[in-house]
């Protein structure tokens, strides 16, 4: 077992519910919470940058009152995600605001900081660092992140391009912390397999784009109802990072799915947000994991499927 920070230990399910640019909301947070999984928005959801004050003193106060009725089903911890890139022109003002409200867990992408791992720590906050490989896991611990993120290939958003095999693997050789594992994990057996091959936590994304919290188009959910790993595309053309996306939102954009041409990472910019917003507004982001997804509902009825799942995929082997 890896050692866990009192925040993570003994979750109900070993499940964090991922950022999603433009899709996450406290709504879908505050339903992931309630329901058992860490639940986490991006801080650049909130437009404009004041909107996050309210969104956090929301979250904040309504998982509190929703603990003090339910202290013996108390609601997972929730995790704001900082895009840590020298685009993010709102990465100070933020971050005030996560120390402010002692946001119990913060993801970070896109560059590892001491800076922000120490003013997390400074209240007591723990810090996990997304990945795509061995080297940006090492430079993240080194620069004092608590734990971190394996993003494999098939995963939605910036994927990279490993085995989700090949990367936990390197990483438990030398690390002992806290480790999540995404990647088209989207049903409870999958779950288990990420834990059995040495993660602590599985992250999901793309499946809670399909559900009734997450501030998605009806077409995006139904995309994604309807799609199959046949149907995501990787590329860089959107960003300047590659990243995994759905053909059909490309071909409703007048683009060829199979011809794309290359993109260039000078533009990519988070922070600024107009840009970056409308490609992911048009450009559906998705992982592989998409067959496994097979109606709209609500986000806890999502988590009641994925615990019936990964309790029927551990007593199948008799664990
Ligand atoms: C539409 C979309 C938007 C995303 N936005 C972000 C983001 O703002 N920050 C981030 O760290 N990761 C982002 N991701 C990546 C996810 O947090 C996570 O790594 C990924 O969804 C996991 O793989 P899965 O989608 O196959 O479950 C995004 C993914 C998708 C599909």
């Given at each position: 077992m890896s050692?866990?920070?009192?925040?993570?230990?003994?979750?109900?399910?070993?499940?964090?519910?991922?950022?999603?640019?433009?899709?996450?909301?406290?709504?879908?947070?505050?339903?992931?919470?309630?329901?058992g999984v860490v639940g986490s928005m991006p801080a650049l959801n909130a437009r404009p940058a004041s909107q996050l004050e309210d969104w956090l003193a929301e979250i904040t106060e309504e998982l509190a009152a929703y603990n003090k009725a339910n202290p013996d089903k108390p609601a997972a911890p929730f995790a704001?995600?900082?895009?840590?890139?020298?685009?993010?022109d709102r990465l100070e003002h933020d971050m005030e605001l996560?120390?402010?409200?002692?946001?119990?867990?913060?993801?970070?992408?896109?560059?590892?900081?001491?800076?922000?791992?120490?003013?997390v720590h400074s209240y007591g906050g723990v810090t996990m660092h997304?990945?795509?490989?061995?080297?940006?896991?090492?430079?993240?611990?080194?620069?004092?992140?608590?734990?971190?993120?394996?993003?494999?290939?098939g995963a939605g958003g910036h994927a990279g391009i490993k085995s989700p095999f090949a990367l936990v693997q390197e990483i438990r050789q030398w690390f002992d912390g806290p480790l999540a594992l995404s990647g088209s994990i989207a049903n409870g057996a999958a779950v288990l397999a990420a834990q059995a091959m040495g993660a602590d936590f599985a992250y999901i994304g793309t499946a809670f784009i399909a559900t009734e919290e997450a501030r998605a188009s009806a077409e995006y959910k139904q995309a994604i109802v309807e799609g199959s790993s046949d149907d995501i595309v990787y590329s860089n053309l959107f960003t300047g990072v590659h990243g995994n996306y759905l053909a059909p939102s490309i071909v409703a954009a007048g683009m060829d799915p199979a011809n794309l041409p290359q993109g260039d990472l000078k533009t990519m910019n988070f922070?600024?947000?107009?840009s970056a917003k409308k490609a992911w507004k048009d450009i559906w982001g998705s992982g592989q994991g998409i067959g496994a997804v097979t109606e709209v509902g609500t986000a806890a009825s999502f988590v009641e499927k994925l615990k019936r799942?990964?309790?029927?995929a551990r007593s199948r082997l008799a664990l």
């Amino acid at each position: 077992m890896s050692k866990l920070p009192p925040v993570l230990a003994n979750l109900p399910l070993p499940i964090i519910g991922s950022p999603l640019f433009i899709i996450s909301n406290p709504k879908l947070v505050i339903a992931q919470c309630k329901a058992g999984v860490v639940g986490s928005m991006p801080a650049l959801n909130a437009r404009p940058a004041s909107q996050l004050e309210d969104w956090l003193a929301e979250i904040t106060e309504e998982l509190a009152a929703y603990n003090k009725a339910n202290p013996d089903k108390p609601a997972a911890p929730f995790a704001i995600n900082q895009i840590v890139h020298k685009s993010n022109d709102r990465l100070e003002h933020d971050m005030e605001l996560v120390v402010k409200y002692k946001v119990p867990i913060v993801i970070t992408s896109l560059g590892a900081r001491t800076d922000v791992n120490d003013a997390v720590h400074s209240y007591g906050g723990v810090t996990m660092h997304d990945i795509i490989n061995n080297a940006f896991a090492k430079k993240a611990i080194e620069k004092g992140a608590d734990g971190l993120i394996a993003v494999a290939a098939g995963a939605g958003g910036h994927a990279g391009i490993k085995s989700p095999f090949a990367l936990v693997q390197e990483i438990r050789q030398w690390f002992d912390g806290p480790l999540a594992l995404s990647g088209s994990i989207a049903n409870g057996a999958a779950v288990l397999a990420a834990q059995a091959m040495g993660a602590d936590f599985a992250y999901i994304g793309t499946a809670f784009i399909a559900t009734e919290e997450a501030r998605a188009s009806a077409e995006y959910k139904q995309a994604i109802v309807e799609g199959s790993s046949d149907d995501i595309v990787y590329s860089n053309l959107f960003t300047g990072v590659h990243g995994n996306y759905l053909a059909p939102s490309i071909v409703a954009a007048g683009m060829d799915p199979a011809n794309l041409p290359q993109g260039d990472l000078k533009t990519m910019n988070f922070g600024g947000g107009d840009s970056a917003k409308k490609a992911w507004k048009d450009i559906w982001g998705s992982g592989q994991g998409i067959g496994a997804v097979t109606e709209v509902g609500t986000a806890a009825s999502f988590v009641e499927k994925l615990k019936r799942e990964y309790q029927e995929a551990r007593s199948r082997l008799a664990l």
